[in-house]
């Protein structure tokens, strides 16, 4: 008897810091707690494809400050993202929604390979398709694959989940106390503000194809399902 989602299908993009609960590697119960608000939605007929990041392995820039070679430790990165895609995956299995891992670096023993049409037919049958190893490339991030998987799967919005933070504010709120928060904003706004809570190169792919971005804190109580569901947290972004 719930009313019909708003959004029929979304993508949703993680940070990987978050399942690492504050440390390197994977916290199981975190990562549970997320699968079984991801389940609720799935649950609704919410189709739900993910991105999830790598931060809780490694950041390419990090290594290289390290003395890394860039390309290197970008690969490393992105190898650190299908770690969490299957973390993920179990979870949501064990929380009885069916799943499907593509990634961008072909590994046919752990995942399928990124196939877009693949992708879209999977998620008509109400699998959720978890899209590991960013866009295969060095230099990316997987805010921007974010963008861009959701614009090849014809999602109708781009969630993306934030840890520590509700929305979109004029400055970072942890540094300035003056910060407001939006409730709205333009991609013109962000990119013209220099606003870095996601990459610019993600706002300036949704700006150019209209696809609007939901940008939400991911801490309070089944934020994840409310905001896969339609409801209206955070920060809306438009074009
Ligand atoms: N990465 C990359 N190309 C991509 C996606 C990711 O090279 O298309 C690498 C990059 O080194 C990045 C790391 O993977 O630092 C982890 O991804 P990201 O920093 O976006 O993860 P998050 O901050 O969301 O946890």
């Not at 979304?10 to 990562?31: A, I, M, N, R, Y």
């Not at 190893?133 to 969630?159: H, N």
Request: net charge negative; aromatic share 6%; glycine share 12%.
């Amino acid at each position: 008897t719930t009313a019909p989602p708003a959004h029929r299908r979304v993508l949703l993009k993680l940070s990987g810091e978050v399942f690492g609960g504050g440390e390197v590697g994977v916290d199981p119960l975190v990562v549970k707690g997320i699968a079984e608000q991801i389940a609720a939605a799935v649950r609704d007929g919410v189709q739900v494809a993910i991105v999830i990041g790598g931060g809780n392995f490694f950041r390419g820039a990090e290594l290289q400050q390290k003395g890394m070679d860039r390309v290197r430790a970008d690969y490393m990165g992105m190898l650190g993202t299908v770690m969490n895609c299957l973390a993920l995956q179990d979870f949501l299995e064990k929380a009885g929604v069916q799943t499907r891992v593509q990634t961008a670096i072909t590994m046919g023993q752990v995942a399928e390979p990124y196939i877009p049409l693949r992708a879209i037919r999977h998620l008509e049958k109400g699998r959720v398709v978890i899209f590991g190893a960013g866009a295969g490339m060095p230099f990316f991030s997987t805010d921007t694959v974010s963008a861009q998987r959701a614009l090849e799967t014809k999602c109708d919005r781009l969630l993306i989940a934030k840890s520590g933070v509700d929305g979109v504010y004029s400055a970072d709120p942890k540094l300035d106390p003056d910060a407001v928060k939006y409730d709205t904003l333009t991609f013109a706004e962000a990119l013209h503000e220099g606003l870095r809570i996601v990459d610019t190169a993600a706002f300036s792919l949704c700006q150019d194809n209209r696809l609007e971005m939901l940008v939400f804190g991911m801490e309070g109580e089944g934020n994840i399902t409310r905001a896969l569901q339609g409801e209206k947290i955070g920060t809306t972004v438009t074009a």
